[in-house]
């Protein structure tokens, strides 16, 4: 793609000059989340690199982003054809894929309504106001007993290891009916290679650039190609069984309900958006996908914040034993309770930034942003880090000061500081799992700071220098845990 004539009245957009072949490739570093942070100041809001010979528009500051992300949204709204998306979910994912806009639009709003009905469903057992309440709570059972059995046995456990089987599971009952036991390795197997998927996805990736790259031996690329396929054949298994036990008149879960959607669509004679069924079911594989890799990341960040600040993990549990009490198991209904961990939820995806970048997008035609011409299917980034860390909208940004969203007396949230923390996007393209995701992370968090207290192992380095990717995660490392007396203080 080359350069355009710019049209009359607007600018060309700013940026480094780049080498050839590579671009800017070498600036962009092993941190772009850090390099291109460092670029909007020398250039403003609204810049662009070349990565290979692609050029890159990259967005920056938060009412830029807002004004592309919503009131431009449309302009917005594509996904870049990128090299690595080809191999998720076979090419035909939600999320990655170049779905046409009137597709992606139909298949975002199914996952949607199918994440919200599964969601909300009332329980099985009435000391549950919801389904999502219900599986949380079991999983987050499951997860202290698993820990207090490894610090039995091994004195230390690893955190993602097991949360990320807690997580999963919560996702897996709503799409699939079913949990998995925390040492079935199937399920354990695949959900601890997250690290290679969210490797390769991250903005900038060399490969999806390069195209001469890719056809050179690539180990991270091959360990990518292993887990799409370990993940497809996983989910496809799940769906077969449910075809096999299909019935109308019970649906069980999410893929239920989109197998029923196929069927219906079948007897709508006015149905005018041609799909595939195995791009309504496929769409299950974004949901598991989506849902317990950017949760589990998410709360092992927590606990990693919770052993380095001692004092705010003793504070936490301070207030949950005075509005909560230690009597009963926290639920839902207690969110608003909880200022103080609210406000930790709030600092932990503001200062960690662990999804550095939004998924990248596409210009969908001709545009302009802020005075700069931006021509038709443009790859653009979103640096969400940035936002999170511009210290014209935060004071003191590279501290972790959970009482910046509280008001003065500690008892309220402010929301308008709390919504500027960008995690999970704006507007078109905006994550479809905020609100559980939000929901998910209290109350694991309420249960576990309730019950049990986690501290560092001298020995035992915990380093929270994160590992860029789509997600990025911290180093694995290993900690000590032990349950809260009753009598706590
Ligand atoms: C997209 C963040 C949890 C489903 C996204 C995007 C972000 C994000 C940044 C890309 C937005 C963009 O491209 O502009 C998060 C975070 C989560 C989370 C931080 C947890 C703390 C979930 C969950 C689900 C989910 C639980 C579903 C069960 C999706 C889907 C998309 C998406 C399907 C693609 C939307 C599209 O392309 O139209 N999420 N997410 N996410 N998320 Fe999430």
């Not at 690329?221 to 292993?226: A, D, I, L, T």
């Not at 069980?252 to 669509?265: A, F, K, N």
């Not at 038709?376 to 999170?388: A, G, L, R, Y």
């Not at 008001?407 to 609100?435: Q, S």
Request: proline share 5%; charged share 25%.
């Amino acid at each position: 793609q080359f350069r355009r004539e710019i049209p009359e009245g607007l600018r060309q957009l700013p940026g480094p000059s780049a080498f050839p072949i590579i671009g800017n490739l070498i600036e962009l570093g092993s941190k772009p989340y850090l390099s291109l942070t460092e670029m909007s100041k020398r250039f403003g809001d609204v810049f662009q690199i070349q990565i290979g010979m692609r050029p890159v528009v990259v967005l920056s500051g938060y009412e830029t982003v807002k004004q592309a992300l919503t009131k431009q949204g449309d302009d917005f709204a594509g996904r870049p054809d990128l090299y690595s998306f080809r191999f998720i979910n076979d090419g035909k994912s939600l999320a990655f894929s170049t779905d046409q806009a009137g597709i992606w639009r139909a298949r975002r709003k199914l996952a949607y309504s199918a994440l919200r009905s599964f969601s909300s469903l009332n329980g099985k057992l009435p000391e549950y106001s919801c389904v999502l309440e219900e599986h949380i709570c079991k999983e987050a059972e499951h997860l202290i007993k698993e820990l207090q059995d490894v610090m039995t046995v091994e004195g230390k456990f690893e955190p993602f290891r097991y949360i990320v089987v807690s997580v999963a599971n919560v996702i897996c009952g709503m799409c699939f009916g079913r949990r998995y036991d925390h040492h079935d390795q199937e399920l354990v197997g695949l959900v601890n290679l997250a690290e290679d998927f969210v490797k390769v996805t991250g903005s900038g990736n060399p490969a999806d650039f390069i195209p001469a790259l890719q056809h050179l031996p690539n180990k991270s690329m091959k360990k990518f190609v292993n887990i799409n396929n370990r993940f497809n054949n996983f989910v496809q298994k799940l769906v077969t069984e449910h075809y096999a036990t299909f019935d109308k008149d019970n649906i069980r879960d999410i893929t239920d309900s989109l197998i029923d959607h196929c069927e219906d669509r079948k007897l709508d004679e006015n149905s005018n958006i041609q799909m595939s069924d195995e791009k309504v079911v496929g769409i299950v594989n974004d949901l598991f996908g989506a849902g317990f890799d950017t949760i589990s990341t998410g709360l092992s960040w927590a606990v990693m914040y919770l052993v380095s600040y001692p004092e705010v993990e003793e504070r936490l549990f301070q207030e949950i034993k005075e509005q909560i009490g230690l009597d009963r198991t926290p639920t839902l209904a207690d969110r608003n309770n909880l200022p103080l961990l609210e406000s930790f939820i709030l600092e932990l995806f503001r200062h960690s930034s662990y999804l550095p970048f939004t998924i990248p997008h596409c210009s969908t035609k001709d545009t302009s942003l802020n005075g700069y011409f931006i021509p038709k299917d443009t790859c653009v980034f979103i640096n969400q880090w940035q936002i999170n860390h511009d210290p014209k909208l935060w004071k003191d940004p590279s501290s972790f000061l959970p009482d910046r969203f509280l008001n003065d007396d500690g008892t309220e949230v402010n929301k308008l500081e709390g919504e500027k923390v960008l995690i999970f996007g704006l507007g078109r393209r905006r994550c479809i799992g905020e609100v559980i995701a939000r929901n998910e992370v209290f109350l694991f968090l309420a249960i576990i700071i309730q019950k049990l207290h986690f501290y560092k192992l001298p020995g035992e380095p915990v380093d929270m220098t994160p590992e860029y990717g789509l997600t990025m995660k911290h180093k694995r490392c290993y900690l000590g845990v032990s349950m809260r007396a009753k009598d706590d203080e």
